[in-house]
């Protein structure tokens, strides 16, 4: 039989062995089934092995410090990234991906790592889809420049390190999106744009977003342009050579035995003291002088704290969005045969009950694969059976590409919801969040460090702003651990 096979892969436990996500230490696996013994001390103990873990813990070492843990609940480092193998040696994303021209951070880390970048593909026409009829155009002025530019004017007043201080906070986050966008002179393609990149940036339509978070997320990407920039431009503008998630496992296995994976953090005690507080897991007890909580508010939200958080944090954990359905997916070729037909495999597709609005070419660098993945339209198609889903993927495919694409060797999805310590992977903030609990995103408590790319000032959401998250975390535990809790301040990486 041909390999050529209609296969639907999920992304179990085997596949993560077969990328070497365990396998990638042997000391990581080895460090987290060594329970020997129910209590284990040590001066900084790190929560959550996704970049900004990782970032937060390579700084620590980097400074000397060796007496630290990275636990980890999942039995995978990367957090919101995650590779799936798709033959021939190659990877694709299932998570985040991108590295744009002004993410210095994480474009340094890749090169301290020894991994390489290449170039988003993004030469050729674009298929667009309106109306059942396929065209084929150059997507290069998709983003009106007046509309960024009076964004990015609005967006200049918003202070980075405390939106809800800005005078109108109040009025800005009362509003949403949409109602901004009412004031504004558009045509309806340009309606339709705006509300496309609303829903991949910020994983919400217009009408669900504050309006003084959309101005901040913008000021946080340097422009609108850059945050919005179709595939091969802006913050799209490039991969990481065997995928984003190769970040976490390089330095993971510079880490080694510091990273204990399947290792759930269920309760922090005594966090109100910078001299010893308790992280109770399964298997075993971690006493620590300092924490780094390296997780989403919502994910943090999964942690019980003893005692109680204050008010304000804890109402900021539960009202942080934990239930954005967002879905990838990908189908893969033998080869990605757009091209020679003058295709970009960017495709857009303009009707909500499609199976996704937004495509592009996702194939390895050297081409020995053909990919084309797509972010799957919410809340519609991510509700459907999978093969309903998988099926649609493939017309719509078809009609934007051909005959050929009628026929991938795999297709591939992967449903950030559905992983438990995950919830979501994308933070839409609804009207009203910001202005009542954004004081209470960075502040320390106690012994505890927040980080996470949710703090980042600069790239807040990106891989890019996690690295920034996790490094400025360690560096704030490393002045509170040599000169006591004064907090003295740090101006954030830029």
């Known amino acids: 039989m041909s390999d050529r096979r209609d296969l639907v892969r999920g992304i179990d436990r085997r596949s993560v062995l077969k990328q070497g996500i365990l396998g990638a230490a042997g000391a990581v696996v080895a460090g987290g089934a060594r329970a020997s013994r129910s209590r284990e001390d040590c001066a900084v103990a790190v929560i959550g092995a996704g970049i900004s873990g990782l970032s937060a813990a390579r700084e620590l070492k980097r400074a000397g410090i060796n007496d630290f843990v990275v636990l980890e609940a999942r039995d995978r480092v990367g957090g919101r990234t995650l590779n799936a193998d798709i033959g021939g040696g190659h990877v694709t994303e299932l998570g985040g991906q991108w590295i744009g021209p002004t993410q210095t951070a994480v474009a340094d880390l890749a090169r301290e790592l020894g991994l390489e970048l290449f ?98 997320y913008a000021r946080s990407a340097g422009s609108y342009a850059e945050l919005e920039g179709t595939a091969g431009e802006g913050a799209q503008m490039y991969r990481v050579v065997g995928g984003s998630q190769a970040l976490s496992l390089a330095m993971a296995r510079e880490l080694g035995a510091k990273v204990r994976l399947a290792t759930p953090v269920a309760t922090i005690r005594d966090w109100g003291s910078t001299a010893r507080c308790t992280i109770e897991t399964p298997s075993r007890k971690f006493i620590a002088q300092r924490v780094i909580v390296a997780l989403s508010p919502s994910q943090a939200e999964l942690i019980a704290f003893d005692p109680p958080l204050p008010d304000e944090r804890r109402d900021l954990q539960k009202a942080w969005p934990s239930a954005v359905d967002a879905m990838k997916a990908f189908l893969v070729y033998d080869e990605p045969f757009w091209r020679a037909a003058g295709l970009s495999g960017q ?50 495919v078809t ?96």
Not at 175 to 180: F, G, L, Q, R
Not at 357 to 377: E, K, Q
Not at 446 to 474: I, P
Request: contains cysteine; proline residues 8%.
């Open 399 to 494: 009609q934007c590409f051909g005959a050929k694409a009628s026929n991938p060797l795999a297709y591939y999805e992967h449903k950030w919801l559905a992983e438990q310590y995950t919830r979501g992977c994308i933070s839409p903030l609804a009207p009203g969040v910001l202005t009542r609990y954004g004081k209470s995103l960075r502040p320390a408590l106690g012994a505890l460090e927040w980080a996470g790319t949710e703090t980042a000032l600069v790239w807040n959401g990106y891989m890019d702003g996690a690295v920034r998250a996790g490094r400025e975390a360690a560096q704030r535990t490393l002045r509170s651990l040599f000169f006591g809790p004064s907090r003295i301040h740090l101006r954030p990486l830029g």
């Open 347 to 396: 495709s857009f597709l303009v009707d909500p009950s499609a199976p996704y609005g937004f495509g592009w070419d996702n194939s390895p660098p050297d081409g020995g694969r053909g990919v084309l993945a797509c972010f799957i339209n919410m809340p519609t198609a991510t509700s459907w059976p999978m093969e309903e889903r998988r099926a649609a993927m493939i017309a719509a």
């Open 119 to 216: 170039l988003t593909n993004k030469v050729g026409k674009t298929a667009f889809v309106a109306g059942g009829k396929v065209d084929y155009v150059d997507t290069s002025a998709l983003i009106d420049p007046t509309f960024a530019q009076t964004i990015d004017a609005l967006a200049a007043s918003i202070p980075l390190d405390a939106p809800w201080a800005h005078p109108d906070a109040a009025k800005l986050d009362a509003m949403t999106y949409a109602d901004w966008l009412a004031t504004q002179p558009l045509t309806d393609e340009q309606k339709w744009t705006v509300r496309l990149g609303a829903m991949l940036t910020y994983g919400a339509p217009p009408e669900a977003l504050s309006w003084l978070w959309t101005l901040f």
